[in-house]
């Protein structure tokens, strides 16, 4: 399980991150064992081992630990320095081998201390029980009773602890503004003078979000550069904070508020972003879509925490659907009361736990088409119903990192299959119904492939061909794979551009085949993803 854990991996993993996974894995292992024997033993199965055979059996596991131990530490090096020359990453400075095993040593301790001492605990509860019920029963009673108590203890004063002190940390966090960011002056922006949404109750992504609008110049250069034939304007970018107003739908109705204080009935495109666990919209996704139509376009979003995603995950997965449901139909409310003729198109987006809460808002991909004109969603967690559903359903032939539905008759993924291939949404055909819907994944997306089923059950993923940045060597592994992808799930966002949870330039591809202006061009979409290309991405990692 130790050496199971170490890899490969989807992404290159920091030193302290190999020794967590392969040091949670190494005692689940143990521990797995250890069930196993007291099941047996508990069903009358006690072989009689000589001490000779003892003693060789130590022997062997000695024997076993010294070789493979540091074999999988040297194979595990040389997994991850192969992993960054495929993600055109600087080789490592080394894997630290002696640390990776301390780490793994030190938590595999951590565990075992607390699996004996409930273990003890059991014995002593078991033998005051023995009093009165048959020895049997006695441990099976004790087993229940430490269990509860576990349960009891944990979900009330560790689970409720690090909810506090997680609360506490980032709430202060949310109140702070990321350095360089300042309220803006222009009025089609929220968080601006002339905004009904104050400037300091937009959380700190939210003010990140609303003064991050480019000039108009440089939007303006982009348009020549595409050749689109749009008049370029000034973005209009609309957002409400927790803070902003109680409660989602007061959230969602003040964000239509500065819909219609801005003007954004008269746009192009309007677009309806679901943000990360901290109320985090995508530079890279927001600047893509205005630069692609010249600014002529409004952007509406909300924050509904001030947690990271994976905490938001673990303590409510229901939250983000419902803000982002909330979201979505208090804006297309309004948006159905204009003229059809005369009201923008309007598009949905998110990426990570943003594409999993906009998801949400949808009970099927016939209800996307009916409702809105068109969908970008990056990065889906593998936990997300609708993209579950479809991809369950894809064309027989097509793998589960890359599915074909129905020829691509709506629904398109778009999988790079090389660094310099980018995505051909338009491979299956130009031929596509709209409204649209295109996911953008990655092979190597820890958070896209993440599941609890990957304990026991082997994912599709693990059976079919590789992508080509996932090493072919990948296998899956009950339970140490599960910890793998876990800790995956935490540095997916740190690998290079085309990677892992990283699509800066891909947001090209995605929104040039779903929300293009008229007249666009596949050379254009060429351009504006190379211009794409050469923003900072320093800041594009999700929250």
Known sequence: MFAAA?????????????????????????????????????????PSWSPAARRRGWIALAVA???????????????QSRLRAIMG????????????????????????????????????????????LPAQAARLGAVAIVTVLAVLFVNGTVVSGARSLLNSTFSELDIQTHAGVEAPTRPESSGSPDSLAAWDTLGREGRSFVAGVRPTAEIAGIV??????VEVTEPIRTY????????????????????DRTGAWDREALLVVATTGTGWVDPGLSRTF??????????????????????????????????????????????????????????????????????????SLQDVAERVDG??????????????????????????????????????????????????????????????????QHASDGVTWWSPDLIFSQPDWAREPRGYDVLPEVRWVPVATFFALSIDLFVAGEAPNGHGHNFLTEYADGFAAVAAPPGWTP????????????????DQTSS
């Open 6 to 46: 170490l890899g490969p991996a989807l992404t290159p993993r920091p030193t302290l991150y190999q020794g967590a996974a392969a040091g949670a894995a190494a005692i689940s292992g143990y521990g797995l064992t250890v069930l196993v024997v007291w099941l047996a033993r508990l069903l009358g199965v006690r």
């Open 65 to 79: 630990t010294v070789v493979l131990v540091p074999v999988s530490l040297v194979v595990s090096a040389t997994w």
């Open 89 to 132: 990453m600087a080789p490592s400075e080394g894997s630290q081998p002696v640390a990776i095993v301390l780490i793994a040593l030190v938590l595999a301790l951590v565990f075992l201390g607390i699996g004996r001492g409930l273990r003890g605990l059991s014995r002593l509860v078991a033998h005051q029980l023995g009093r009165v």
């Open 224 to 229: 020549e550069r595409t050749g689109a034939d």
């Open 240 to 259: 409400a904070g927790l803070a902003s107003a109680d409660g989602f739908e007061a959230q969602a109705e003040l964000v239509v508020a500065e819909l």
């Open 290 to 363: 205005e630069a692609l139509w010249g600014g002529r376009t409004a952007i509406a979003a909300m924050q509904y925490s001030y947690l990271p995603s994976w905490i938001s995950f673990v303590g409510d997965r229901g939250t983000p659907a419902e803000a982002a449901r909330t979201l979505f139909e208090t804006v297309r409310a309004r948006w159905l009361e204009l003229p059809e003729d005369t009201r923008p198109r309007l598009y949905v987006a998110g990426i990570s736990l943003g594409s999993f809460g906009s998801q949400g808002t949808f009970a």
């Open 375 to 440: 969908a970008v969603w990056v990065g889906t967690p593998g936990f997300t119903p609708l993209w579950q559903e479809l991809t369950a359903a894809r064309d027989a032939g097509s793998p589960q990192i890359a599915p074909v539905l129905d020829g691509g008759a709506r629904a398109r993924w778009g999988t790079p299959s090389s660094d310099d291939a980018g995505l051909d949404l338009f491979a299956l055909g130009e031929d596509w119904d709209a409204p649209r819907v295109v996911y953008l």
């Open 523 to 538: 050379e254009a979409t060429d351009t504006l993803r190379e211009i794409v290309g050469t923003w900072d991405d320093a």
